[in-house]
């Protein structure tokens, strides 16, 4: 009977210690880029499978307008706050794929802020009107070597435009708008 009890206990404890749930990183640092931008980040675990990022950068874009017939390149800058959830980080573990740098699918709430700060453009006298927009976002990121990553995201959300007082703006003062992001990056 002792070694029938012994026996159990020891497949207990080790079924327990095999049973941890994988988790995202304490803490991981980076910088990415992609065709619209360059942003430095920062991801801290809020749970098991939740990280807040937090994010600071320039969007570029270009532009065109026929009535008044500017065109050109511009580069805002951003500042990001947006929690993750990485929904299939057990499911990876199982399977022996890599999870390190929170390498995984997640769901997330994209909140943006662009202020009318430091703004880099290549026409003159060009007024950039502040916005903050909330996007929910479905991405994914992988892992390249052990440093570099890879990281694409889509989602649909809400924008809020700041006017000021002398702009005259064609369009309301809230709209749709997409986020659609492919960027390569470098984790410290």
């Not at 640092?29 to 991801?43: V, Y």
């Not at 570029?60 to 951003?78: K, L, R, W």
């Not at 007024?127 to 903050?132: Q, R, Y």
Request: hydrophobic fraction near 40%; aromatic fraction near 12%.
């Amino acid at each position: 009977m002792k070694k029938v009890i012994c026996a159990l206990i020891f497949c207990g404890l080790t079924l327990s210690l095999f049973a941890q749930d994988a988790s995202v990183e304490k803490s991981t640092f980076g910088i990415q880029t992609g065709l619209l931008g360059i942003w430095i980040h920062n991801e801290a675990r809020l749970s098991n499978r939740v990280a807040l990022r937090s994010e600071l950068g320039y969007d570029a874009g270009v532009f065109g307008n026929t009535v008044y017939d500017q065109y050109g390149f511009i580069m805002v800058p951003a500042i990001t706050l947006e929690p993750r959830w990485y929904y299939n980080i057990n499911k990876r573990k199982n399977k022996s794929k890599r999870i390190d740098g929170n390498s995984g699918n997640f769901i997330s709430l994209k909140s943006t802020y662009h202020p009318d700060l430091l703004v880099i453009t290549s026409e003159k006298n060009l007024e950039f009107i502040t916005d903050i927009s909330i996007i929910p976002t479905w991405g994914i990121r992988r892992n390249i070597g052990s440093h570099f990553n890879f990281e694409t995201g889509i989602g649909i959300g809400y924008v809020h435009y700041f006017n000021k007082e002398n702009v005259v703006s064609l369009t309301e003062q809230s709209d749709v708008l997409v986020n659609l992001h492919a960027r390569i990056g470098y984790r410290f």
